[in-house]
């Protein structure tokens, strides 16, 4: 390797004197460690050991066009760094003052950097060299303003990995400040073990942790108390630690980043003795503050399943304690067991992460091999209402709840299952989502009791979470009563709806509106259920003699056609209102597919003023209250107009109504007429449903 040539200018100013450097145009290369593609265009000058060497004891600015480039080993994430990012190459490491926050969203950890360091100033603060730009009144580097880090720092290509340098504390010495380095066998004094990182009240900025190995080697571990592990006890064991190796003038420290970097401090220590630490769900909730915790070694809590995985995500578990004061949601690695509901289970949760996701408090990274599956176990369900649930649902989440006197009501339902309301005298609801085809409910369910696991759900865009209750079987549904169905239900095929008891109303989920669009059902409309005759005019749904009756002609009098026993469900449109429709409410396709719909339209009148014509159309649409209706191709001569007949149509609609859990619309729906005139009076009669 050749040497750097290099010639120093020294100058004075007002208040402060810098060394300037000039390099002369001596080139050198050096090895990296490789790098994934992405990186920009710079051709890199120097490594940063060449960088250190121009430190003699004092300041140093740069005033040549140095170019080097190094991978984030240590960002300001955890807090444990502030407002600094820690970069290294295959020869050192320099740490890079930067006066920003969030500083990991664009240097995070393996992110290649390239520094642009002419104008730059290398020096040092209790002997750790440091790059700032310029410097303060105690001739320390002062940090690169956030307006002008983009003018020397180039963000180059993500999720390089450095391999820390292997050392024993023997080892250490100067050059290896500001690297990533792994030592081995340490342990935290038995002094300190029972301290936690740092001072979470904040009124010391920085706490020291001693570290030792079994040779009488020691160094120091620094933490600040702004880190979002501050209040996590340190390790008992003895093990490998990892972590960023710094200085402040003759004291050895060792900065980590996040607590993954003593996970392997599980080990038997050096004077032996015990290594984990046994902590309650509750204990392991507290430790997360807002932001993600990655836990220390050795911990581990005993928690009893309660959900089911047929009805969960895949790779999620529930987990409660044994007397119902807390539970933790865990995720786990796709194609891990499935932990069968009431499993114990004693999990290690060193090297975890403890996050938020959509809302919900989450144990995530625990290894497999870290989970212990013991003998069942059961946990006794708290008793409370639909509003204490609510009001308790983020220290309650994952914890089984019975609620008592509930009525269940069908949601939605969407393309992984179907969500259930549940309420009950008080105020408040709670949302049961079913993936699980196993567990039936045959919503609507009044003065039920129910049972399961409370969960918390943040949807896009939403500034609260919804209350959730996970059930496990159909059996966490007790008692109530299935009130007496007021839809269509679709038992046989076909189901046929003949019209012929109008006189004592509506058939079964029949429902006639007025005022409808594509955008709404339209408004209840008043449905006469005394026979009338054709010649009545005026608007209205009627009871009105059918068309198919053979024996009746278009000169049939009143009396005939109110002792006709073959009724049509008939309805007179006006100028006041045109867009009427007849609404068929189904209350599920289950299992049900090609559904089809055929009927008889008819028109009743031979009135010599009657000269429009209504065009009708078939739509549908799903779930309670609809506000988006799809329209069906139907034949072009679906009309009715001056005259007395009936024709039959069939409507298909495929594939698009197979296997709905809730509400069905299908409506026979007229807009508009067309012409001059009086308007006719249609009727529908014989519908039938077919799958």
Excluded: H
Aim: aromatic letters at 6%.
């Amino acid at each position: 390797m050749n040497k750097l040539c290099k010639q120093f200018v020294r100058f004075s100013g007002a208040s402060l004197l810098v060394g300037a450097l000039a390099i002369t145009a001596c080139k050198k290369t050096f090895d990296e460690p490789p790098y994934n593609s992405g990186d920009p265009a710079i051709k890199v000058t120097n490594s940063i050991a060449d960088l250190q060497a121009l430190y003699k004891g004092s300041p140093v600015t740069i005033t040549n066009d140095m170019v080097f480039a190094g991978v984030v080993i240590g960002d300001d994430k955890s807090g444990n760094l502030y407002k600094q990012i820690v970069i290294q190459d295959s020869t050192a490491g320099i740490n890079i003052q930067l006066d920003a926050s969030n500083l990991n969203a664009k240097f995070p950890v393996g992110r290649k950097v390239f520094v642009k360091a002419k104008g730059l100033t290398l020096g040092a603060y209790g002997g750790l060299l440091e790059l700032g730009k310029g410097v303060n009144d105690q001739n320390q580097p002062v940090r690169i303003t956030q307006a002008l880090i983009d003018s020397f720092l180039v963000a180059g290509s993500s999720n390089n990995v450095v391999v820390p340098l292997e050392l024993t504390v023997a080892q250490l010495n100067q050059k290896y400040q500001n690297m990533l380095v792994t030592l081995k066998d340490i342990q935290v004094v038995a002094a300190d073990t029972s301290k936690t990182y740092a001072d979470s009240t904040k009124v010391a900025a920085n706490v020291n942790i001693n570290l030792a190995n079994c040779e009488g080697g020691s160094l120091v571990l620094r933490t600040s108390s702004y880190a979002n592990f501050t209040n996590i006890k340190v390790p008992k064991g003895k093990g490998n630690i990892t972590g960023i190796y710094t200085i402040f003038n003759t004291t050895s420290q060792f900065v980590i980043r996040d607590t993954s970097d003593v996970r392997l401090m599980t080990g038997v220590r050096c004077e032996g003795g015990g290594t984990g630490t046994a902590i309650t769900i509750a204990d392991l909730r507290k430790m997360y503050k807002g932001a993600d915790v990655v836990l220390p070694a050795g911990t581990t809590f005993v928690g009893t399943v309660v959900s089911s995985t047929a009805n969960e995500s895949t790779g999620n578990v529930r987990l409660a304690s044994a007397d119902n004061s807390a539970g933790i949601l865990m995720y786990t690695l796709k194609g891990s067991p499935d932990y069968a509901l009431g499993s114990v289970l004693t999990v290690n949760v060193g090297g975890g992460t403890l996050t938020a996701f959509n809302g919900e408090l989450e144990l995530k990274n625990v290894p497999i091999a870290q989970v212990t599956v013991g003998a069942n176990g059961t946990v006794t369900p708290r008793v409370a209402d639909v509003k204490t649930v609510v009001a308790n649902k983020s220290n309650w989440s994952s914890t089984l709840v019975t609620i008592k006197n509930v009525n269940i009501a069908l949601s939605n339902t969407t393309s992984t299952g179907t969500n259930y309301t549940i309420t009950d005298a008080t105020t408040g609801s709670i949302v049961a989502f079913v993936r699980d085809a196993n567990i039936k409910i045959n919503a609507p369910v009044t003065n039920a009791n129910i049972t399961g696991y409370v969960s918390v759900y943040l949807a896009n865009g939403a500034t609260d979470t919804t209350t959730q209750l996970g059930l496990r079987a159909t059996s966490d549904i007790t008692g109530g009563s299935v009130p007496t169905a007021t839809n269509i239900v679709l038992a046989t095929s076909p189901y046929l709806i003949d019209f012929n008891n109008l006189a004592s109303g509506l058939p079964m989920g029949v429902t006639t509106k007025g005022k409808v669009s594509t955008t709404a059902m339209g408004v209840d409309t008043t449905f006469k259920s005394a026979a009338t005759p054709w010649t009545e005019t005026a608007f209205g749904f009627k009871n009105a003699a059918s068309a198919l009756n053979t024996s009746l002609t278009s000169a049939s009098d009143a009396t005939a056609q109110a002792a006709s026993t073959d009724r049509a469900l008939a309805v007179r449109q006006t100028s006041g209102v045109e867009a009427v429709a007849f609404v068929f409410e189904i209350n599920d396709t289950k299992g049900k597919s090609n559904l089809s719909m055929s009927f008889n339209l008819q028109s009743l009148d031979v009135t010599s003023t009657v000269a429009r014509t209504t065009t009708w159309n078939v739509d549908y649409a799903f779930g309670d209250n609809p506000t988006t209706f799809t329209k069906v191709t139907t034949p072009a001569d679906m009309t009715t107009a001056n005259g007395f007949a009936g024709k039959d149509f069939t409507v298909n609609f495929g594939n698009a109504l197979d296997n709905q859990s809730g509400k069905v619309y299908i409506r026979i729906y007229a807009t508009a007429t067309t012409g001059s005139g009086s308007r006719a009076l249609s009727a529908i009669d014989n519908v039938k449903f077919s799958w």
